[in-house]
């Protein structure tokens, strides 16, 4: 599974940015307190998976959905997070979606315009 525990770790990259973006400019973070706070992200990652495969395995579900994981933030007593991460998750479905429906739109555009262009070639053939 995991061959050392520091594997578990969150990247120090994406923890160094959050604490950035969350703090502001005059602040100033040590290097341990950021391994700290990638250890702590980390754990608290690991425990709402497991309380989450958890909640799932009772369902009788094999795969952890979002629903589990809110669901399991408000058993777990965070359910103060459960409204923000509700709109993000709302957020990123609605981008996907026009990702996917921009790109259907753009793979239609083209075979469109390929089509037309050998209409033309016919035309200018047979003229």
Known sequence: MVERIEDLNLPNTVIARLIKESLPDSANVSKEARAAIA?????????????????????????????????????LDFESFVP?????????????????????????????????ASEAVVEEATE
Do not use: G, P
């Not at 992200?41 to 395995?57: E, G, K, M, Q, R």
């Not at 996917?100 to 390929?114: L, M, P, V």
């Open 39 to 75: 250890r702590a992200a980390s754990v608290f990652a690991i425990f709402v998976t497991s309380s989450s495969t958890a909640l799932a395995h009772k369902q009788n579900h094999k795969t952890i959905t979002a629903k589990d994981i809110l669901q399991t933030l408000a058993e």
């Open 84 to 116: 923000s991460l509700t709109q993000d998750l709302e957020a990123y479905r609605k981008m996907v979606k026009d990702k996917k429906e921009s790109k259907a739109n753009k793979k239609e555009a083209s075979t469109n315009d390929n089509a037309n």
